[in-house]
T-cell receptor, first 113, second 110 residues
């Protein structure tokens, strides 16, 4: 199993550009989530999904969109990038609704100039 | 506002010493997680604590949970250089929302 994969690993955008961060998992996990990690602030939840077609907002959803058309994929879209979105983005997944830990992808480092 | 606070934020310790990282939180929850992150890397799950009084141990690390005090601890015994990393606690709020602490950056000096 590849686990949780993310692409790209690095990305530089100009202000106002849009892009999609890709996330996929091959563990048949129902729950998937997106976080951003900024220095001194830990990880903050952006959006999450509990299954195909079901998404909800986390702590910092503004400026980001998500969709979940399959169990495996959970892309994160930046509609109009802003410098404040410069961060490291992590995707994670976990099985079902139990107390399981999350499994994290390798991360995408995004810089918006 | 829900808060998950870790202390200390930075910890520099000598090899062979013991120390404890504290994770305090401001709401009731009985699901607490500890993760490790090496520089430039992703997060790796260390412990899952699912009930009051839960204690888990792996090698030189031991984690515990006191839901009444809203406190979890990560105890390091006889630290070695390989334990140098950033450690995060995370609280599960409800069923789906995880709230992370700000992390404790640990440096173990030889």
């Amino acid at each position: 199993n590849a686990g949780v994969t993310q692409t790209p690993k690095f990305q530089v955008l100009k202000t106002g550009q849009s892009m999609t961060l890709q996330c996929a998992q091959d563990m048949n996990h129902e729950y998937m989530s997106w976080y951003r990690q900024d220095p001194g602030m830990g990880l903050r939840l952006i959006h999450y999904s509990v299954g195909a077609g079901i998404t909800d907002q986390g702590e910092v959803p503004n400026g980001y969109n998500v969709s979940r058309s399959t169990t495996e994929d959970f892309p994160l879209r930046l509609l109009s990038a802003a410098p404040s979105q410069t961060s490291v983005y992590f995707c994670a997944s976990r099985p079902g609704t139990g107390g399981h830990e999350q499994y994290f992808g390798p991360g995408t480092r995004l810089t918006v100039t | 506002e829900l808060k998950v606070e870790q202390n200390p934020l930075f910890l520099s310790m000598q090899e062979g010493k013991n120390y404890t990282i504290y994770c305090n939180y401001s709401t009731t929850s009985d699901r607490l997680y500890w993760y490790r992150q090496d520089p430039g890397k992703s997060l790796e799950s260390l412990f899952v604590l699912l009930s009051n009084g839960a204690v888990k141990q792996e090698g030189r690390l031991m984690a515990s949970l006191d839901t009444k005090a809203r406190l979890s601890t990560l105890h390091i015994t006889a630290a070695v250089h390989d334990l140098s990393a950033t450690y995060f606690c995370a609280l599960l709020r409800g069923t789906y929302k995880y709230i992370f602490g700000t992390g404790t950056r640990l440096k173990v000096l030889a």
